[in-house]
């Protein structure tokens, strides 16, 4: 049973963290005229409406997107996919991770982007209609595992779960090894939420162990975004992290 929706917490400061980086990636990746596979193992709807009742109700952007837009520079790639995003579909218009990307590429590009949730994979599919993505409404692991090695090779995967199950943790490390196996090229970059129970702890041990090939990995802490939430900040594990990664990384450690 899938109850997470991404609306209540879209443009929150995790989202800040995962899609500046998501976005800085594709920026270096993109230097290089050789084309790109995206692939996106939970992705949403990919638009949302921060005012929205669903996102008011909970007001996390303020404390992020609204609160932290002024300390990137103009030419940041996140805030120029924005920019560019909210002259298409309005101020209060917030990007999820699949139209960012969608921004970033170019028409060589190819998307893969999996959603399992029957009215957010309605949404997804409706808006990446203009941006020739290929949606799958399917296990995003399953989708994921099936498609690698992608055509083309070079490219990059974010893994993004809600995390509503214990279990999800658990079975990252080792889906992220075998994804590694079958694309040794491509950059994975997993997603997690930091909050105060620690779950995260022993899956990025876990992950650590495994000795995978240039890992960055990038935390940020920040307040609870209200009385009682128990998120207090947001970790990124990226598996063939681009060059001058850390560069980025270490810019948004001062933002945050
Ligand atoms: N990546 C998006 C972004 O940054 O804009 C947000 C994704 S949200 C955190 C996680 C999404 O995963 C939800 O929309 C949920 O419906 C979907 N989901 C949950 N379990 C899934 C599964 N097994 N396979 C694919 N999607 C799933």
Not at 188 to 215: E, G
Not at 227 to 248: C, K, Q, T, W
Request: with cysteine; charged share 20%; net charge neutral.
């Amino acid at each position: 049973m899938l109850s997470y929706q991404h609306i209540f917490h879209a443009g929150n400061p995790a989202d800040v963290h995962k899609h500046a980086l998501l976005c800085a990636m594709l920026s270096y990746m993109t230097r290089k005229d050789k084309p790109l596979s995206y692939l996106e193992t939970h992705s949403g709807r990919a638009l949302y409406d921060l005012s929205s009742s669903e996102a008011l109700k909970t007001g996390e952007a303020e404390a992020g997107i609204t609160a932290l837009t002024d300390k990137f520079a103009p030419d940041h790639p996140y805030i120029k996919a924005l920019t560019a995003l909210r002259e298409q579909h309005g101020q209060d218009a917030y990007a999820g991770s699949p139209l960012l990307a969608a921004l970033s590429l170019r028409p060589t590009d190819k998307l893969h982007l999996a959603e399992l949730h029957p009215q957010e994979h309605q949404a997804l599919r409706d808006t990446m209609r203009r941006h020739n993505a290929k949606c799958y409404k399917q296990d995003g692991f399953e989708m994921a595992q099936a498609v690698c090695p992608p055509e083309p090779r070079r490219g990059i995967m974010l893994i993004d779960p809600s995390y509503e199950i214990k279990s999800d943790y658990d079975a990252i490390p080792s889906q992220i090894a075998k994804l590694h196996r079958k694309w040794n090229v491509g950059v994975i970059a997993l997603w997690y939420p930091i909050l105060t129970s620690d779950a995260h702890v022993p899956m990025v041990r876990t992950l650590k162990a495994q000795n995978l090939p240039n890992v960055l990995h990038h935390e940020v802490s920040f307040p609870p975004v209200r009385e009682g939430h128990r998120m207090i900040g947001s970790g990124m594990f990226i598996v063939n992290a681009p060059y001058g990664l850390d560069a980025e990384a270490k810019s948004l450690t001062q933002i945050f």
